[in-house]
Nanobody, 125 residues
Framework: QVQLVESGGGLVQAGGSLRLSCAAS????????MGWFRQAPGKAREFVAV????????YYVDSVKGRFTISRDNTKNTMYLQMNSLKPEDTAVYYC??????????????????WGQGTQVTVSS
């Protein structure tokens, strides 16, 4: 059974930083592209970033480019999202997700079949 567990969320002032982690179990981690999504109150779930199986390929939503960095450590079955220069509009529940094995990176939520429970990120102004 696949388990994805996010951690690292919290309350931070605008301009601050947080590092989210996603620990994966129950799957061969290196075979799956991994993504981060977020959902703010009253809004649809939004793609944030994705990383390919080896870590060589990454994509970001325009609003976080230059501020967020996605990475992974396949030896630890863990993915990360380093978030710098945080803004109040980054406030949301952040979810990690695993794509289907051997598939290419994708920004579509429907292409991910395993999700974590989410971690709250709140950025105060």
């Amino acid at each position: 059974q696949v388990q994805l567990v996010e951690s690292g969320g919290g309350l931070v002032q605008a301009g601050g930083s947080l590092r989210l982690s996603c620990a994966a179990s129950g799957l061969t981690f290196s075979l799956h592209a991994m993504g981060w999504f977020r959902q703010a109150p009253g809004k649809a779930r939004e793609f944030v970033a994705v990383i390919g199986r080896s870590g060589a390929t990454t994509y970001y939503v325009d609003s976080v480019k230059g501020r967020f960095t996605i990475s992974r450590d396949n030896t630890k079955n863990t993915m990360y999202l380093q978030m710098n220069s945080l803004k109040p509009e980054d406030t949301a529940v952040y979810y990690c997700a695993a794509g289907r094995a051997f598939r290419a990176v994708t920004i579509r939520p429907e292409d991910y079949n395993s999700w974590g429970q989410g971690t709250q990120v709140t950025v105060s102004s």
